[in-house]
């Protein structure tokens, strides 16, 4: 089972997910952790799913966390309600799932992975 455990997280990503925490408590949005490390077996399952389209997830190394937001009891599947959580963690740094797809200067609604946030690749 995917772990939730912050502290399953490299580093860098602990000090960055308490930034994104403590800026959405002072912006009043609520979330919940529902993945950070993930086994490679778990990542396999999803991918044979279609849930998931690679094997290089940053889950697998403790460099990615996902996030959801809970309204009335259930997740909330508008992707639009995302933006605000993506915006602090691009503001500190981090790669939203949100603008993953052909043109990351816009946010992507088809295909959108809108709770997840990694750590950019070093250049």
């Given at each position: 089972m995917s772990s939730r455990k912050i502290d399953?997280?490299?580093?860098?990503?602990v000090k960055k997910f308490y930034e994104f925490k403590d800026e959405c408590d002072r912006?009043?949005?609520d979330f919940?952790?529902?993945?950070?490390?993930?086994?490679?077996a778990e990542?396999?399952?999803?991918?044979?799913?279609?849930?998931?389209?690679?094997m290089n997830s940053k889950h697998l190394t403790g460099r990615a966390f996902d996030i959801a937001i809970i309204r009335n009891g259930k997740v909330e599947p508008d992707p639009n309600a995302y933006l605000p959580y993506?915006?602090?963690g691009e503001k500190l740094g981090l790669r939203w799932g949100g603008r993953?797809?052909?043109d990351p200067k816009t946010v992507n609604?088809?295909?959108w992975d809108a709770g997840?946030?990694?750590l950019k690749e070093a250049i």
């Open positions: 399953d997280l490299v580093p860098e990503l912006q009043n949005l919940i952790v529902t993945c950070t490390k993930r086994l490679r990542q396999k399952a999803l991918v044979a799913q279609k849930k998931s389209k690679t993506g915006l602090i993953f797809g052909d609604i088809e295909g997840h946030f990694e």
